[in-house]
């Protein structure tokens, strides 16, 4: 069988606070999507979303696309970045343009998101992502192409994503200093959202909850765009040091036990069943555990009493988050979860319990190429960041007015280009 042949190569990088992950895609000549090789390693340098070691994460940055690349056997120069902290915000910015009842032309509608650009005021942040949403005719929303229709007002919705300009840009360098171009910088929600919901939910309204390390980023999507989202700076992490404090063990014992023992759900048979803290063969190493038996062995039901203990104070984060934002007030919305928290045992019907809403786990579409280890919710966001550039994205950060050339509707401009871009039109 001959092999495919890919006409555009392409890579991505989650930049995690639990790990950082890298994947290469192309664009075959039939237009699929194809997995050309993936990794992923520890992260380092990373707190809660931040750049706290540049030196470390750069490192790690470049560890993990060298796995990716050596997988591939091909090598990229420029990137697609991930990012779920540096204090992400996200709104809708109406903007509307008399018309005068004649029929909409292509200069119409470029005309209006120039002056919908020049309109957004960032308050001293960066914008990440400025795109047209949908379009409203005479009030009328819901409008995909407005070209070629008549309406005395033509209208659309910008989406902006904000994000502090500082994080940004140690982000950016440590992706710079591993020999790398960033292409865009693609908040973590949009790219989780491409990869784990269907157009339908995002039509319906559904909440996406990315639960991740260090950090709970709650979006709200309705009307089929991402409409709100808020930043919880809890994770699963605190779980696990939660664990390590309660029984008096190392963080890499409290790993093992949440990921390999623990659950959101009780049973009646947990407070029979010892569990060992240790690994197989790593017996005699390490403190004993307190309430741990001669054995260092805990009763399971302790472990899943720290575990539903923290899961119940995220619970109550993000049920204020939706309210918040208004989503507690509609009825039979879903909420996804995603984000390597996601994979806990449990964790659904816990939730479901825990907000009154169902619940779902979100889970990485099988693209072709796509190893069997990166198809956990731990790894939506980066199987997002590809599906998002691969839909090449309309960014009105790079229009420049029609009159004076020609817009070109095409992918984000590289990274290095976005400064320039905020001081001169904002």
């Given at each position: 069988m001959a092999a495919t042949r890919i006409s555009k190569v392409f890579g991505a990088v989650n930049i995690g606070s639990f790990r950082i992950s890298a994947i290469i895609a192309g664009i075959s000549e039939s237009?699929?999507?194809?997995?050309?090789?993936?990794?992923?390693?520890?992260?380092?340098?990373?707190?809660?979303?931040?750049?706290?070691?540049?030196?470390?994460?750069?490192?790690?940055?470049?560890?993990?696309?060298?796995?990716?690349?050596?997988?591939a056997d091909v090598s990229v120069q420029k990137v697609w970045i991930g990012c779920s902290g540096a204090g992400l915000a996200s709104r809708?910015?109406?903007?509307?343009?008399?018309?005068?009842?004649?029929?909409?032309?292509q200069e119409d509608i470029d005309q209006l998101l120039v002056a919908a650009r020049d309109a957004i005021q960032p308050d001293g942040r960066m914008v990440l992502h400025a795109q047209p949403a949908q379009y409203r005719l005479d009030g009328a929303h819901g409008?995909?192409?407005?070209?070629?229709?008549?309406?005395?007002?033509?209208?659309?919705?910008?989406?902006?994503m904000l994000a502090d300009g500082a994080p940004i840009r140690n982000l950016t360098e440590a992706v710079q200093s591993a020999h790398l171009e960033v292409e865009a910088v693609v908040g973590s929600p949009?790219?989780?959202?491409?990869?784990?919901?269907?157009?339908?939910e995002r039509d319906l309204g559904v909440a996406l909850v990315e639960f991740g390390a260090e950090v709970t980023n709650v979006s709200l999507y309705a009307g089929g765009m991402l409409r709100d989202m808020i930043s919880i700076p809890i994770g699963s992490a605190d779980i696990t040091d939660a664990i390590a404090s309660a029984f008096g063990i190392r963080r890499y014992q409290a790993e093992r036990l949440k990921?390999?023992?623990?659950?959101?759900?009780?049973?009646?048979?947990?407070?029979?069943?010892?569990?060992?803290?240790?690994?197989?063969?790593?017996?005699?190493?390490?403190?004993?555990a307190r309430h741990a038996d001669d054995k260092n062995r805990i009763p399971r039901a302790e472990l899943i009493g720290v575990i539903t203990g923290q899961l119940g104070m995220l619970m109550e984060e993000v049920s204020k988050a939706?309210?918040?934002?208004?989503?507690?007030?509609?009825?039979?919305?879903?909420?996804?979860?995603?984000?390597?928290?996601?994979?806990?045992?449990?964790?659904?019907?816990?939730?479901?319990?825990?907000?009154g809403r169902p619940v779902r786990i979100g889970r990485v579409p099988h693209l072709p190429g796509l190893a069997e280890a990166h198809l956990k919710p731990g790894f939506s966001t980066l199987t997002g960041l590809v599906l998002y550039a691969a839909n090449d994205p309309v960014d009105i950060r790079s229009f420049a007015r029609p009159s004076n050339r020609t817009v070109k509707l095409g992918w984000n401009t590289m990274f290095s280009r976005i400064f320039q871009a905020v001081r001169e039109y904002f």
């Open positions: 237009g699929e999507l194809v997995v050309l090789g993936s990794g992923h390693r520890a992260s380092q340098g990373i707190k809660r979303g931040f750049v706290t070691d540049m030196a470390a994460a750069t490192y790690a940055v470049r560890d993990a696309i060298e796995r990716a690349e050596r997988m809708l910015q109406p903007f509307d343009a008399e018309i005068g009842g004649r029929r909409i032309e409008v995909g192409d407005p070209c070629g229709l008549h309406a005395e007002r033509l209208g659309v919705d910008i989406h902006v949009i790219a989780a959202g491409q990869a784990c919901l269907s157009p339908e990921c390999v023992n623990g659950s959101a759900i009780a049973s009646p048979h947990d407070h029979r069943e010892m569990i060992p803290v240790n690994a197989p063969g790593e017996e005699g190493t390490g403190p004993i939706l309210k918040v934002m208004q989503f507690s007030s509609q009825r039979g919305k879903q909420v996804v979860f995603t984000g390597g928290g996601a994979e806990l045992v449990g964790l659904a019907d816990y939730a479901q319990a825990a907000l």
